[in-house]
């Protein structure tokens, strides 16, 4: 089993639809989540830290479910510049990032 | 303005050469990565160093070398030994973690993309 797991996609939906991408991570340990986005032969750029307790910033919603050991990333009203892939990162306990492959978003009009 | 920069953004080379990608921070991050990305696919760990004078391999070392004689620096040599070495490699750095809620985001350049010829 690979140590963070990504649907890799696409997803394609229309504008203002709600989208919603899991990621599985193996190791119990891991203490830190993140979601990044990638543009096209760009570098990744950090979208949100995912906290516990679940975290929000406007249409991004962050959560972590320890128990069942994925994160998950929800966009609301999704707009034609949401349009990349997202990447999962999970920090165990050596605070070594391990990246999933990606979740491919295409955001149509 | 803080950040990472990688030179250089494009690199053509001749099978049997070395090449050397520099990476360089002032954001006085103690760790520092070096990823090997590959068309569709995610980012693969090569080296990373959490310290001054100290390296780790991850985990797909092979053909690689590196050094950090410096904090700010962090260079990657691409060897003749590496088969494949036609990718888009990124260089990142981080906070060591800490208690704080947020552990250490990544922080990247922005590439150098390297074609064997």
């Known amino acids: 089993r690979k140590e963070v797991e990504q649907d890799p996609g696409p997803f394609n939906v229309p504008e203002g639809a709600t989208v919603a991408f899991n990621c599985t991570y193996s190791?119990?340990?891991?203490?830190?989540f993140f979601w990044y986005r990638q543009d096209c032969r760009k570098e990744p750029k950090l979208l949100m830290s995912v906290y516990s307790s679940g975290n929000e910033d406007g249409r991004f919603t962050a959560q972590l479910n320890r128990a069942s050991q994925y994160i998950s990333l929800l966009i609301r009203d999704s707009k034609l510049s949401d349009s990349a892939t997202y990447l999962c990162v999970v920090k165990g306990g050596s605070y070594i990032p391990t990246f999933g492959r990606g979740t491919s978003l295409i955001v149509h009009p | 303005d803080g950040g990472i920069t990688q030179s250089p953004k494009y690199l053509f080379r001749k099978e049997g050469q070395n090449v050397t990608l520099s990476c360089e921070q002032n954001l006085n991050h103690d760790a520092m990565y070096w990823y090997r990305q590959d068309p569709g696919q995610g980012l693969r760990l090569i080296y990373y160093s959490q310290i001054v004078n100290d390296f780790q391999k991850g985990d797909i070392a092979e053909g690689y070398s590196v050094s950090r004689e410096k904090k700010e620096s962090f260079p990657l040599t691409v060897t003749s030994a590496q088969k494949n070495p036609t990718a888009f490699y990124l260089c990142?750095?981080?906070?060591?973690?800490?208690?704080?809620?947020?552990?250490?985001?990544?922080?990247f350049g922005e590439g150098s993309r390297l074609t064997v010829l």
């Open positions: 190791n119990s340990a891991s203490q830190s």
């Open positions: 990142a750095s981080s906070k060591r973690a800490g208690g704080q809620k947020n552990t250490g985001e990544l922080f």
